[in-house]
């Protein structure tokens, strides 16, 4: 039987539209859901740099040529420099959403193999 969870969503900009940081209770990560067109000021807010300059798995969102649905996954040792790369040269995408840990405990070794395990479930499917 699931055992019931509570969600915390907050909403960075006051907007329901503007980015997203997601905490589930008892877990150590964070996930941020960042709209393209709020990157600069979501990277640039100080409440945020220590999650957003840390090591992570994301996922970039967004449409192909065709207008299918398209994503992107990567892991960053340094997301806020790997996005700012991210939005000169690749322009499918308008939404990012970001998994990192609060506590720093996430090791490149966990981002690579975390990255590997989505990549084989998505070509699963």
Known sequence: ???PKTIKIFLSDGEPTGTK?????????VSYLIPRNRLKETLQNEANKSDLNSQCIYFLIGSNEENEKSVYIGEAEEFSKRITQHNKNKDF???????TSKDDNLTKAHIKYLESKVTKEIKLN
Do not use: H, R, T
Not at 93 to 99: E, I, K, P, S, T
């Open 1 to 3: 039987m699931n055992k």
């Open 21 to 29: 940081i997601v905490e589930l209770s008892n877990w150590s990560g």
């Open 93 to 99: 995408w308008n939404l990012v959403m970001v998994f």
